[in-house]
């Protein structure tokens, strides 16, 4: 019944930012944390940032000083802000739902990142 839209992935040369965004559908958006995980070798997915159902915040070691994340609950989406990229930033983001303690996710398609010059 979740379901999730990503969208604002793009190629963008090094330094630049881009802002990516997670619409939330289906399930009360309140209950469930969404973050935001990088896709990189071996189809492995590592966290780039997460917010709590009451709003605290992780983030990955890769996201550290340079990224933001912020929950939108009137319209029940997460959106992503990244600035400073580099190269190593890219990969596909995904956006993903779980509820605290929790076993089940819910992922989006996600949405492509390129950073080169």
């Known amino acids: 019944q979740v379901q999730l839209v990503e969208s604002g992935g793009g190629l963008v040369q090094p330094g630049g930012s881009l802002t990516l965004s997670c619409q939330f559908s289906g399930h009360p958006f309140g209950t469930y944390f969404i973050g935001w995980f990088r896709q990189g070798p071996g189809n492995q997915r590592d966290l780039v940032a997460e917010?709590?159902?009451?709003?605290?915040?992780r983030f990955g070691d890769s996201a550290s000083g340079r990224f933001t994340i912020n929950r939108d609950s009137d319209k029940e989406m997460v959106v992503l802000q990244m600035d400073n990229l580099k190269p190593e930033d890219s990969g596909v983001y995904y956006c993903?739902?779980?509820?605290?303690?929790?076993?089940?996710?819910?992922w989006g398609q996600g949405t492509q990142v390129t950073v080169s010059s």
């Open positions: 917010v709590s159902t009451y709003g605290i915040k």
């Open positions: 993903r739902a779980k509820r605290n303690g929790l076993p089940k996710e819910f």
